[in-house]
């Protein structure tokens, strides 16, 4: 193995931060040179990067974060992902002629959840004014940022669908009638204002004045632009119909961001933290309790043994997910039985020198339908080819358009957040008049029929595809993660299997070329399964590439330096601290000192 990297590996003792823009990596180490915690970096970073990637993420988007507090030794994780409206009802869909939600347009919107579970990590964890940590990305919404070349294609291919469909988002994001040239100054001044005006809520205190935040935001002027819009709005979608939302005043209202306790995983000595069920991110804990049979170690870490194997374990543990993850708060999930020795030494059974093309989720006693079910679903005919999928990196690997957003912040006490926002895409959801941000489109995660753990209920949390990581062992602990959809989980584990089996450093890891499955049913419209299809990076190599075609797999082969974008940052036990980010798509970025 090489330890050459395409960029170094940042190292320090003051603090780390990374993430998937150089200017919001930027802002959030410079929260912490002010002297504020990385719960308010993490805070100032979040806001720029909706600021800076609103392709990718926005405040009325969705956010997990899993964090560590030094004071008090807790990991925790942070849900901010908003649930289905009381009026999202599986006959009302039906009724709107549906088989499955549209992934764009205001029947795909949920409950908005990023900003809120952004305030109340501020409220409770971090240090500083609201002010301070939105006053960035204030700044570069009034006054403007280099746009990404990304973020001006994605707009200039959308410019004429936004005139005649979402004139909202045309005064928006075409200002004058143009989109933006690359690297050129873009301005959101309705944003800004939206922003500057939070910031300047009133409260005796530091903790009132977010509390007073977060209720401009749910029931003052925000939630009063939001359902002044909806009230008679009607909009085209990808069902290619135009649709009312069924979002209410009173779902704002009534839900706020939450803790839970994150489900944990031992693996070679180190404990894996991930959220619950309501996201997929078990599925990585999953894929390790099979792997954990292999002799890993001896393999070749891109050679056609690894991926093939890897890939294999990925497809069973995808498979459960389709079956058994939902909304715990809703479904019973039978997750200590899907993370037991004994089920997982029968899974391992399973993955044979061949590659399978079959679905096969595990029969889990008492949920033996729901196998059954994902089985037949995962071969249903939607009636929907030839659309796009609706998650933004699914597009990046065909269209170069872009995905969600991470980020890592570590600082000199120990504290650490991980958090990968997402939702609220410009090309997703028209703009809401006067504030500058559109909604989001998580529904499509749900599906319209009765008796599934995803299916569509009001109060339920779809079940999101949005899962950072931390993990510990006698004392070190990381936080990683990675846009990216479906491939959260598979670009994570692939990065976490090289560092813990090969002596890897960060930076290293993800300078390794990735690969990751299509084979299950994705998460977005239109829902497609590929059975056997998986994409590579070519600089494992013919050879592999050739055996693991040899083997059955459906290989697809991609653009150099194209899938993943990945970021991680680690704190050692003397406080010494390391941080990465990957080099594709030249966004990403780590700094620290």
């Known amino acids: 193995m090489s330890d050459f990297t395409t960029r170094p590996e940042i190292r320090g003792t003051f603090g780390v931060a990374t993430s998937t823009h150089w200017i919001a990596s930027a802002v959030g180490m410079a929260i912490l040179e002010k002297g504020g915690n990385a719960f308010d970096a993490a805070v100032a970073t979040a806001l720029t990067l909706q600021v800076v990637e609103p392709h990718l993420n926005g405040p009325a988007g969705d956010m997990p974060a899993i964090f560590h507090k030094a004071e008090t030794g807790e990991t925790q994780v942070l849900c901010a992902q908003g649930v289905a409206p009381k009026a999202a009802t599986i006959d009302h869909y039906k009724a709107e002629g549906l088989t499955l939600i549209p992934g764009s347009g205001l029947l795909a919107t949920v409950v908005p959840g990023a900003f809120d579970g952004w305030m109340l990590m501020l409220r409770d964890h971090g240090t500083m004014t609201l002010r301070e940590v939105m006053q960035p990305a204030i700044d570069y919404a009034r006054d403007g940022h280099p746009v990404l070349p990304r973020v001006a294609n994605t707009i200039a291919g959308l410019k004429d669908y936004f005139a005649e469909e979402w004139p909202t988002s045309a005064a928006v994001w075409t200002p004058g009638g143009e989109a933006p040239e690359p690297n050129s ?22 903790e009132a004045q977010i509390d007073a935040a977060r209720a401009m935001w749910r029931e003052g002027f925000v939630a009063d632009a939001i359902f002044d819009y909806l009230k008679d709005a009607k909009v085209h979608d990808v069902s290619e119909a135009k649709h009312a939302a069924v979002l209410a005043p009173e779902d704002l209202t009534d839900w706020q961001a939450s803790y839970e306790a994150p489900l944990s ?3 070679h000595g180190w404990t894996v933290h991930k959220t619950q069920a309501w996201s997929q991110g078990p599925v990585l804990l999953q894929t390790l309790a099979i ?13 056609a043994e690894f991926v093939h194997t890897v890939i294999e374990a990925m497809k ?3 498979a459960d997910r389709e079956a058994y993850y939902g909304d715990p708060d809703f479904s019973e999930i039978p997750m200590d039985h899907l993370l037991s020795d004994a089920y997982n030494a029968e899974r391992r059974k399973l993955i044979t020198d061949m590659a399978s093309l079959e679905h096969r989720p595990g029969v889990v006693p008492g949920f033996e339908e729901q196998a059954s079910r994902y089985i037949e679903r995962a071969a249903r005919d939607f009636n929907v080819g030839g659309v796009a999928a609706q998650e933004p990196t699914m597009a990046h690997l065909t269209e170069k358009r872009g995905d969600t957003v991470h980020l890592d912040i570590i600082d000199r006490w120990g504290n650490m957040v991980a958090a990968t926002p997402s939702g609220g895409w410009l090309q997703s959801s028209p703009v809401i008049p006067g504030l500058g941000f559109p909604l989001n489109s998580r529904a499509q995660m749900y599906w319209l029929e009765d008796g599934l753990p995803t299916s569509l209920a009001p109060g339920r949390r779809p079940r999101t595809t949005l899962t950072p990581s931390l993990a510990e062992k006698e004392g070190v602990r990381m936080v990683f993660g990675t846009p990216g959809g479906d491939q959260q989980d598979q670009w994570q584990l692939i990065w ?14 993800m300078d390794q070329p990735l690969f990751h499955s299509m084979h299950f049913q994705g998460s977005f419209f239109p829902r497609e399964a590929r059975p056997g299809e998986m994409m590579i990076e070519p600089n494992v190599g013919d050879a592999c590439i050739a055996d693991l075609r040899a083997r059955g797999h459906k290989v697809t082969v991609a653009d150099p330096w194209t899938v993943g974008r990945l970021t991680a940052a680690l704190r050692e036990t003397d ?3 390391r941080a990465a980010a990957t080099p594709r798509l030249m966004q990403a970025y780590a700094v620290g000192r």
């Open 185 to 206: 100054l873009f301005k959101n001044p309705d944003l800004a204002a939206t922003y500057d005006r939070l910031a300047g809520a009133e409260g005796e205190t530091r």
């Open 265 to 267: 995983y031992e693996y």
């Open 291 to 303: 792997l954990k049979g292999f002799d890993l170690g001896a393999m070749d870490p891109s050679g």
């Open 316 to 318: 069973l543990a995808y």
């Open 496 to 509: 976490f299997l090289r560092f813990v089996h090969f002596g890897m450093g960060l930076q290293e890891c």
């Open 575 to 577: 406080g010494t601290m």
